[in-house]
């Protein structure tokens, strides 16, 4: 099993649409989770660092399930400008620093 | 306009060339990273500095040594690169690194990259 997995999709998803993503981690013990956002050639911006209550920000919530050990970014009304590929990262007890591939989110008109 | 800036932006070499990339950082932070991005890979994480020492070598060849003079200032020494060492590779620095306690102190900013080419 990987560390750090996500579907790399792509999703393709017209505007006003409700889309999630999951990141699953195999580290029980990991401690910091974050979604980054990058676009197509260009760096990765933070998008959201995710809470052990979950959060919210705008159109977009992130969740934490530690008992299933994943991560979740969901994406409401989504806007043509959401398309983007969407990181997940986690560090882990051990100060292991892990990326996700990434899920490739295409919002159409 | 981010707060971590690389040049060059855009570099080819050759196998036997050395070069250097360059990474500096305006946001008063003690950690500095690199990364390596290839298409369907992951962000590999190559090097972290903390406070000016190197903390994680992810098992990197030697004809990539990285330097980090002060904790704003990190730079990539390449010699005798590969073809498959074409990638973007990525500067990024944090508050601290890899730290436990609050998530703000783990954000990582990262430079736009440099795109190398190795012919």
């Known amino acids: 099993r990987k560390e750090v997995e996500q579907d790399p999709g792509p999703f393709n998803v017209p505007e006003g649409a409700t889309v999630a993503f999951n990141c699953t981690y195999s580290?029980?013990?990991?401690?910091?989770f974050f979604w980054y956002r990058q676009d197509c050639r260009k760096e990765p911006k933070l998008l959201m660092s995710?809470?052990?209550?979950?959060n919210e920000d705008g159109r977009f919530t992130a969740q934490l399930n530690r008992a299933s050990q994943y991560i979740s970014l969901l994406i409401r009304d989504s806007k043509l400008s959401d398309s983007a590929t969407y990181l997940c990262?986690?560090?882990?007890?051990?100060?292991?620093?892990?990326w996700g591939l990434g899920t490739s989110l295409a919002v159409n008109p | 306009e981010t707060g971590v800036t690389q040049t060059p932006r855009h570099l080819v070499m050759g196998m036997t060339n050395k070069k250097s990339l360059k990474c500096e950082q305006h946001l008063g932070h003690n950690a500095m990273y690199w990364y390596k991005q290839s298409a369907k890979k992951p962000l590999e994480l190559m090097f972290v500095y903390n406070f000016k020492e190197q903390t994680e070598n992810n098992s990197v060849p030697s004809r990539f040594s990285p330097e980090c003079p002060n904790s704003s200032h990190l730079f990539l020494h390449l010699h005798t690169l590969q073809p498959e060492d074409s990638a973007l590779y990525l500067c990024a620095s944090s508050q601290v690194a890899l730290a436990g306690g609050p998530l703000t102190k783990n954000i990582q900013y990262f430079g736009a990259g440099t795109r190398l080419s190795v012919l």
């Open positions: 995710v809470y052990s209550s979950g």
């Open positions: 580290n029980s013990a990991s401690q910091s």
């Open positions: 990262v986690v560090i882990g007890n051990n100060r292991k620093l892990i």
